[in-house]
């Protein structure tokens, strides 16, 4: 019997909070009563009116997703509202404070409900909409790593090779077996269930996804233009967000943008591992941290005040959409 949905969705809200919790948990077992009253002070030195700054730049980076997205919508013959694009991509962030994901399905449903747009052209979009931004973080990372080859280097001698160092070959041979057993059996699955209706759904979302990565090219070289455009503010407002997050405390002023670029990497991953990033988000930038000296308990503190930033500006511009929605198309 199938699982119905609201459970599903249920089971996902659970498990993504729990590894949150986790997170949570494996930042505060180490420390010590001189480790919480450094996070007391962090906290208590922030300059938080820093915050709105944050907020405006933050807002400009959601205003550029909507016009992007709303550039990819038109390549399928639609012309969505500025307004109802901007408040569908914000309730979809909304949803996904809840369950990550889900809120992707949330805004489509949102514009093709006050657009009258076919859901799966919408999908479609999205899917290459999160596909580029993939594209995008990896070269997020290749940019981190080129520029701070020295710290990723000495993070290596540091934590990894010594690790590596201790591990015999019986335990790689081990480790090697595993990878091809799950290797071998995703092949068998996918040849024994090729023919099911998972695997039919899957063939035509691949379509829509690969329709939707061809529709950049089907752009004039105008809607092209921009379409890059919007997609460079995007993450450079994502970057300038935190570099403004690092004049908020007296600890982390000197770092640079290149940290910053480190920390949103890292950051973005955190987004999708638990509900808006709770507890992975503050463990990953705490980490992050460490390889420019700051410590333990700055990072953690610096780590909650941005989630808190970026959570609180969701909450609200989400919730804002959700109610506005009804009333702006109304007047329309």
């Known amino acids: 019997m ?6 599903k969705n249920v089971l996902k809200f659970l498990v993504f909070l729990s590894i949150g919790l986790l997170m949570i948990w494996l930042a505060l077992k180490d420390m010590t009563p001189k480790d919480y009253q450094d996070v007391k002070t962090a906290f208590l030195s922030g300059n938080y009116w820093l915050i709105v700054p944050a907020f405006i730049i933050g807002i400009g980076s959601h205003l550029s997703r909507a016009l992007r997205w709303r550039i990819l919508i038109e390549t399928q013959g639609y012309k969505p ?23 992707e399905i949330a805004r489509c449903g949102v514009l093709a409900n006050y657009e009258k747009i076919p859901a799966d052209k919408l999908i479609g979009t999205m899917i290459a909409e999160r596909a580029l931004d993939l594209c995008c973080l990896l070269l997020v990372f290749l940019i981190c790593f080129l520029l701070q080859i020295d710290i990723v280097l000495a993070f290596l001698d540091a934590e990894v090779f010594p690790k590596l160092a201790k591990t015999n070959g019986s335990q790689l041979l081990i480790i090697l077996v595993i990878a091809l057993a799950v290797i071998g059996i995703l092949i068998f699955l996918f040849k024994r269930f090729a023919a099911s209706k998972a695997a ?24 092209l233009g921009w379409f890059i455009i919007h997609t ?32 949103l990497a890292l950051g973005s991953i955190a ?47 989400g919730l804002m959409s959700f109610i506005w929605l009804p009333i702006h198309n109304k007047k329309a």
């Open 2 to 7: 199938a699982m119905p949905k609201a459970l």
């Open 81 to 103: 509202g500025v307004l109802n694009t901007f408040f569908a991509v914000m309730v979809g962030y909304l949803v996904n404070m809840g369950v990550p994901r889900l809120g």
């Open 200 to 223: 039919i759904k899957l063939r035509a979302l691949m379509k829509g996804v690969l329709a939707g990565i061809l529709s950049i090219g089907k752009m004039d070289k105008k809607k």
């Open 232 to 263: 460079v503010c995007i993450w450079a407002q994502y970057l300038a967000m935190l570099y403004v997050g690092f004049l908020c405390l007296p600890a982390t002023r000197e770092l640079g943008f290149t940290a910053a670029l480190t920390v």
């Open 271 to 317: 987004m999708i591992v638990s509900p808006g990033g709770i507890g992975v988000y503050p463990y990953l930038v705490q980490k992050t941290l460490l390889l420019y000296n700051i410590s333990l308990p700055i990072g953690w503190a610096f780590g909650w005040i941005i989630w808190g930033a970026q959570t609180l500006l969701i909450c609200l511009l």
